[in-house]
C-alpha cells in the first residue's frame, strides 16, 4: 500500500467518525486504564504474569499439536471468567467500592445523612471530645481505636460489638477504653456524632505490604478498615502515646489535640456546610445582640 492510499483509507475513516465514536474511545481507554492501575503494584500483577504464561503455554500447545495439554488449557479458559471473579474478589470488591462512594457522593438525594445546623453540631463536639480523650489517653499511654463513619455504612461492623447508641463524651470513651474494661479492645464506632457501638471487631490490612513491623494490631486494623471504607480512625499507640490517623489505607502519626481538631474537622465536615454553619452561626450572635 502506498501513502496516498494510506491517506485515503485515513480520510475515509474520518469521514465516517462520529462524536459518539470519540465518547466511545474515551470510556474503553478509562476502563483499560482503570484495571491497568487495578492490577499495577498488587498481588494481581503475578496473576496476570500467570496468566499470560498459560496463554503462552497454550500457543505452544497448539504449534506443537500436544493434544492433552492444549485440551487441559481450553477447558481451563472456558471457566476462566469464574475463575478471575473467584481469584480477584478483593480487587474487584475495592474498586466497586471506590466507584460506589464517588457516584454515591454525586447525588445528594442519595445521601442518607441529613446535615443539618444539629449535624454539624454534633459531629464538631464528637471531634472535640474524642481531640481531648485522644490527648489523655497519650499522656497515660492508654490505647484507643475510634472510627469515625462515613458515607460507606459500617453496619456489617458494628454489629461485631455491643450497640451503645450515646452521645459522645470524653467520661463515656474514658470508660469504654479502660485498660480493665470488657470492650477495650475492640474499636469504637462512631456514627452521625453519636457513639454507635464498641469493642467491634475490625478487618487487619491485607493490601498494606510496606507496614512497619513494629506497629501493634490496633494500627493494622485502622489501616484495614480505611482500605475497605472511607472511614476515618483515630489510633493511640499504647506502647508510645502516639496519636495516629488512618485514612484511605495510609496512616499519619504525632498528632496532637489541636492538629487532630484541623484534621478531622477537615476530613468530617464538609467545607461548604462548615462555611454555612458559621455564617448561620454568626448571624445568630447579631441577631442576639441587636435584640
Not at 474487584?92 to 447525588?107: P, T, Y
Request: aromatic fraction near 8%; hydrophobic fraction near 45%.
Amino acid at each position: 500500500m502506498n501513502i496516498g492510499a494510506l491517506f485515503d483509507s485515513i480520510l475515509t475513516v474520518l469521514k465516517t467518525f462520529r462524536f459518539v465514536d470519540v465518547i466511545d474511545i474515551v470510556v474503553i481507554a478509562f476502563i483499560v486504564y482503570s484495571l491497568f492501575k487495578l492490577v499495577r503494584d498488587t498481588r494481581a500483577e503475578q496473576l496476570v504474569k500467570g496468566i499470560v504464561i498459560l496463554m503462552i503455554a497454550y500457543l505452544g500447545a497448539s504449534i506443537f499439536n500436544m493434544l492433552m495439554m492444549k485440551n487441559l488449557l481450553k477447558t481451563l479458559f472456558e471457566f476462566g471468567v469464574v475463575l478471575l471473579a473467584i481469584i480477584f474478589q478483593p480487587e474487584i470488591r475495592n474498586a466497586l467500592e471506590q466507584l460506589g462512594r464517588k457516584n454515591i457522593k454525586s447525588f445528594s438525594f442519595m445521601n442518607r445523612v441529613n446535615r443539618t445546623d444539629e449535624w454539624i453540631e454534633k459531629e464538631k463536639k464528637a471531634i472535640l471530645d474524642v481531640a481531648e480523650t485522644a490527648e489523655v489517653f497519650s499522656r497515660q499511654k492508654t490505647g484507643a481505636l475510634i472510627v469515625f463513619e462515613r458515607e460507606t455504612k459500617l453496619s456489617d461492623i458494628a454489629a461485631t460489638g455491643v450497640e451503645i447508641n450515646a452521645d459522645t463524651s470524653t467520661a463515656i470513651l474514658g470508660n469504654l477504653f479502660f485498660n480493665k474494661a470488657p470492650l477495650h479492645d475492640g474499636a469504637v464506632i462512631i456514627s452521625n456524632g453519636l457513639v454507635k457501638s464498641a469493642g467491634c471487631i475490625l478487618p487487619l490490612t491485607s493490601r498494606n505490604e510496606d507496614v512497619d513491623m513494629n506497629l501493634g494490631t490496633r494500627h493494622r486494623a485502622s489501616l484495614g478498615i480505611s482500605e475497605v471504607s472511607d472511614a476515618v480512625i483515630v489510633v493511640v499507640s499504647e506502647e508510645t502515646g502516639t496519636i495516629s490517623v488512618a485514612q484511605n489505607g495510609e496512616l499519619t502519626s504525632n498528632y496532637n489535640k489541636t492538629s487532630l481538631i484541623k484534621k478531622l474537622e477537615e476530613e468530617l465536615i464538609p467545607t461548604q456546610e462548615k462555611k454555612n454553619f458559621l455564617s448561620k452561626f454568626s448571624s445568630r450572635k447579631e441577631n442576639k445582640k441587636d435584640e
